[in-house]
């Protein structure tokens, strides 16, 4: 299944998807160790800091920092916002590439870092 997911460079209204598990470990191509994915029905809102990080918003109050694999300018110097094309349902760290709206530029996503829990009573 194929689904795209957009982004957003400021604050603007957050994309609202619906619901299953928010974050899931997978086993990374190199063997048994732990690789970050998030399920983007789970996914309330992102937004690029700066052309290296993004923030990724879910429904259960968690925050994940995404530091991309290498710099994204056009991501800050358009202002249009981006869109993931999600396969497998799952935005997965080190393989999910996404494209900066105004310019088509291709960017991968690096490793995530969650920066806040969830909120209490999810």
Known sequence: MRKALYGAVAVIPALVLSAALPVQAQNGPA????TVCL???????TQAVNARTLLFRMKNGEVWRNDLARPCPDLMSTGSGFTHMVHNDRICAN?????????GMVCRLGEFTR?????NGY
């Open 39 to 45: 399920d983007p029905q789970y996914i309330v809102g």
């Open 95 to 103: 393989t999910q590439e996404f494209e900066v709206n105004a310019t």
């Open 31 to 34: 063997g048994p160790s732990s």
């Open 115 to 119: 920066v806040s829990g969830p909120r």
